[in-house]
């Protein structure tokens, strides 16, 4: 079954870009990682998805070794409102062969001044 | 207008009593979540409806009996409360297949005294 492994918590400093490594060692080969991001009293919401490589959007990028077995989701010049918690998502298959979309730990994000 | 809705967003109820979550999306998605959220913030699958059929079932006690009248709606009824099934429970959906986003509700704070 997949598992994902990330840090429980990181600190950081507005403007300066920062990198959350989540480790996913076994990823179905048909499997996308998505990563999502949570702020107090409310739902998670998507941030960026890939397969492998590098992708990028114009709230952050994500990179993804050949292995695809760890993902890296980097936050370009964080500011205060980045201050949330991370989420990194891949699949798992239930015994009958279901989806089963499930979310690593999180990794909470605190921006300081 | 909010694509994944639910209600009531805070719910305060004795030990023993039986209360219900309700849950709507707009989104036209076949596929709806409940994901139920600790303390220590560790999002964890609870149940999985694939067009108002049953897919998922994650080890969740007797109590918690899902009803998705139709694929926009997934209720959640828990009977017998208890102290543990404090937490907040989040309801979500997606389409069906791996590599699509999930889209989630606000939640709801569940309060057992």
């Known amino acids: 079954l997949a598992k994902t492994t990330q840090p429980i918590s990181m600190d950081s400093y507005e403007g300066q870009e920062v990198n959350i490594t989540c480790s996913h060692n076994?990823?179905?080969?048909?499997?996308?990682i998505t990563w999502y991001q949570q702020f107090p009293s409310q739902g998670p919401r998507f941030i960026i998805q890939?397969?492998?490589t590098k992708v990028t959007n114009e709230v952050a990028s994500l990179f993804i070794p050949a292995d695809r077995k760890s993902s890296t989701l980097s936050l370009p010049r964080v500011s205060l409102s980045d201050t949330a918690v991370y989420y990194c998502?891949?699949?798992?298959?239930?015994?009958?062969?279901?989806?089963?979309?499930?979310f690593g730990r999180g990794t909470s994000l605190i921006v300081h001044p | 207008d909010t694509a994944v809705s639910q209600t009531p967003k805070y719910l305060v109820t004795q030990m023993g009593n039986d209360k219900s979550i309700k849950c709507e999306q707009n989104?036209?998605?076949?596929?709806m979540y409940w994901y139920k959220q600790d303390s220590k913030k560790f999002l964890k699958i609870m149940f999985s409806?694939?067009?108002?059929?049953?897919?998922i079932n994650e080890t969740v006690p007797n109590r918690f009996s899902p009803k998705s009248p139709d694929k926009a709606h997934l209720n959640l009824h828990i009977n017998s409360l208890e102290l543990g099934d404090s937490a907040v429970y989040f309801c979500?959906?997606?389409?069906?297949?791996?590599?699509?986003?999930?889209?989630f509700g606000e939640g709801s704070w569940l309060t057992v005294v």
């Open positions: 890939g397969y492998k």
């Open positions: 989104l036209g998605h076949d596929t």
């Open positions: 998502l891949v699949g798992e298959t239930s015994s009958g062969g279901s989806y089963i979309p499930t």
């Open positions: 979500a959906s997606s389409p069906p297949t791996s590599g699509n986003t999930i889209y």
């Open positions: 076994n990823i179905a080969t048909n499997d996308y």
């Open positions: 409806y694939n067009n108002k059929e049953l897919i």
